[in-house]
């Protein structure tokens, strides 16, 4: 049965107060004798338990304190300052001698509720915190007829917290909050866990608040000692494990800018002589540069994680297009009016088959200039690559066989080797599309 004591007037709870001292233990114990028939003032009850000291009859024998907590929320995880701000809810237990009653004798009062200045509370703080302890006044323990004490405190938690941020916004953060005493070494107080650490984990990812953000993932435990000069501290580590939820920036980081490098790639459609093609990526670019000004608050304030890494090679592959662009629409231009000889380096850097039709020409010109032979044995017969263009003259023709092959324009060249560019950008917009889809899966999915 479990009542709480009023702090003022009104009702009374009618329970006779006495301290006995028994013999040389120098432990309380309250007599409830009386209980039907008197009332004591609740002052005089609360000096029952006004002890400010470490509550111990042997000293040789430390108290034993065991704690928990629920992570109720994470409140922000600040990359730049590398601090996590979370809100737990301590848990503290331990025995206190001087306090025990019979139930029997009380009313079969078992518990009672007493206001937390009253009794001796154990120093326990968190190694990681960076800010004061701002622990609400006016909180209450409760002290059971077996000399139990339980206290309980939420805490708003600023603690420093090694952040890498190369994955995010899939990455994941392994945090510590380390408790431990200031005064107390291992000769006076024990520090132990008050439960198992999978029910602290399954209570904290049941009622965890994490602004949308964020996953607990799991908490895990040690307990280590602590050497501060020649003294041993007991402490009681927890090991925090959350996770980014990246559905919120993939839907507005990663997809829109998918979306227009694939616009961007699709351009490639159009005729590189068009005179839209160039205006249509210069707008594409402009837009992609305002999608990153715009959305650049969700990215973290410092560090390169990889997402940044991806939209640098993005924006690199829209400038490299809209310039090779430029440079094919110069050369159709000059191959048009006055169209230069092609490099010999150049030139063996064109595909050998472009198309069927040329494939077909080389085969025929292997097979007629035959093993040993090159084109200075045979004059009539020309290599397919200088075969494309205009349509031979008929003595022409008849040199070559009358196979009506066609005779290469440096203009043609010129042609064959912007397709080629296009061809190859095109391909390597593909393979970059497909694997940052493959890595955002790999990514999302481990």
């Not at 077996?146 to 939420?154: D, E, L, M, Q, R």
């Not at 919120?248 to 005179?275: G, H, Q, R, W």
């Not at 993005?314 to 430029?326: A, D, G, K, P, Q």
Request: proline share 6%; hydrophobic share 45%.
């Amino acid at each position: 049965m479990e009542r709480g004591w009023p702090t003022g007037g009104g009702l009374l709870l009618c329970l006779a107060v006495s301290l006995l001292l028994q013999g040389k233990a120098n432990a309380f114990n309250i007599s409830c004798s009386g209980f039907d028939q008197h009332g004591v003032d609740p002052v005089a009850f609360q000096t029952v338990f006004k002890q400010d000291s470490h509550p111990v009859i042997n000293y040789s024998i430390p108290t034993q304190v065991n704690i928990s907590f629920t992570l109720s929320a994470i409140l922000e995880v600040n990359a730049q300052l590398q601090l996590l701000t979370s809100f737990p809810w301590l848990k503290m237990t331990w025995n206190n001698p001087f306090i025990s009653w019979d139930p029997e004798e009380c009313g079969h009062i078992n518990k009672l509720t007493v206001i937390a200045e009253n009794l001796w509370l154990p120093d326990i703080f968190i190694v990681e915190s960076m800010d004061v302890d701002q622990t609400l006044e006016g909180l209450s323990v409760y002290v059971t007829n077996n000399s139990h004490v339980v206290y309980s405190k939420p805490m708003r938690v600023t603690s420093i917290c090694s952040l890498d941020i190369f994955y995010f916004p899939f990455d994941q953060q392994n945090c510590t909050l380390t408790f431990g005493s200031v005064l107390y070494t291992v000769e006076n107080m024990l520090l132990g866990m008050e439960k198992e650490v999978w029910e602290t984990a399954d209570t904290s990812r049941d009622i965890v608040h994490t602004q949308g953000q964020w996953d607990l993932l799991s908490i895990d435990k040690a307990t280590p000692k602590m050497n501060v000069g020649s003294s041993l501290f007991y402490q009681v580590m927890f090991y925090v494990a959350i996770r980014h939820r990246p559905r919120l920036y993939v839907i507005n980081l990663l997809v829109p800018s998918s979306f227009l490098v694939a616009i961007n790639a699709l351009s490639f459609y159009l005729p590189a002589e068009s005179e839209n093609r160039a205006p249509f990526k210069m707008t594409l670019l402009l837009g992609y540069n305002v999608f990153l000004l715009m959305m650049n608050k969700l990215l973290p304030a410092n560090g390169t994680p990889l997402i940044s890494v991806y939209f640098a090679l993005c924006l690199s592959l829209m400038v490299l297009s809209l310039l090779e662009t430029i440079f094919i629409t110069y050369l159709l231009h000059l191959a048009t009016t006055q169209p230069p000889p092609m490099p010999r380096w150049l030139h063996s850097l064109l595909p050998y088959c472009t198309s069927p039709t040329e494939c077909c020409l080389t085969a025929l010109w292997k097979e007629n200039v035959g093993p040993g032979l090159t084109a200075t044995h045979m004059p009539g017969l020309k290599e397919p690559r200088e075969l494309v263009g205009k349509k031979l003259k008929p003595r022409e023709a008849e040199l070559n066989g009358n196979s009506g092959l066609t005779r290469a324009q440096p203009t043609d060249l010129w042609v064959q080797f912007s397709q080629t560019m296009d061809t190859f950008l095109f391909s390597l917009y593909l393979l970059f599309l497909a694997s940052s889809i493959i890595t955002v899966i790999i990514l999302w999915n481990t």
